[in-house]
């Protein structure tokens, strides 16, 4: 029998499936990719919290980007840019970070094309994801934003998981807690 979790987003709701990461703890797993219809109403949910001036949204590669697209459309934007994970072979002077996140056994390199980063030199930016959950991928990306000489002007998740709930400089939509195995062999809300 497997276990789930329900978010609701708006009007939408979504039953994710518990899975373990480690022996002792799981996560509710959510994926955006594939999910038109969620994308553009977390989209539209989180542009509404958008009452100041910005020049480009930044997303890291991969799950971000749906929504970093619908993003752009909901504010007007032609244009954003995506933080990738390897260097590719059309980049010129790309700035490498490195990165760990929850759901990452290894350690992940974050790369923003030189190009990119020359378009948001001086510029204010909006960075979004799709879950926000230790932080450790956010704060590769303020690094490499950083190096670029971006400013960054807001942080916007769909779901913040876990502590991430307490942070107070990122805007989401709904939280997502961690799972623990509790006394009878379930995933349980870990406190």
């Given at each position: ?10 009007k939408l709701k979504r039953d994710l499936p518990i ?173």
């Open positions: 029998m497997s276990e789930s979790y329900q978010i609701s987003i708006a899975v373990p990461i480690k022996s002792d703890l799981a996560i509710a797993s959510f994926v955006l990719l594939g999910d038109a219809e969620l994308a553009h109403v977390a989209a539209v949910e989180l542009s509404k919290a958008i009452d100041f001036e910005f020049d480009y949204i930044v997303t890291p590669e991969t799950k971000g980007i749906p929504l970093a697209q619908e993003m752009s459309r909901q504010t007007g934007n032609s244009h954003y840019i995506v933080i990738r994970k390897n260097v590719k072979s059309y980049m010129t002077s790309p700035l490498v970070v490195k990165s760990s996140a929850i759901t990452t056994a290894t350690p992940q390199t974050l790369v923003l094309d030189g190009k990119d980063a020359k378009i948001i030199h001086n510029k204010k930016v909006l960075v979004v994801d799709d879950v926000i959950s230790t932080g450790g991928s956010l704060k590769a990306v303020e690094k490499i934003l950083f190096q670029a000489g971006a400013h960054i002007v807001g942080k916007f998740a769909i779901l913040a998981e876990g502590q991430a709930e307490q942070r107070d400089d990122i805007t989401f939509l709904a939280t997502l807690p961690l799972f623990k195995l509790d006394g009878d062999g379930h995933w349980a809300v870990s406190n």
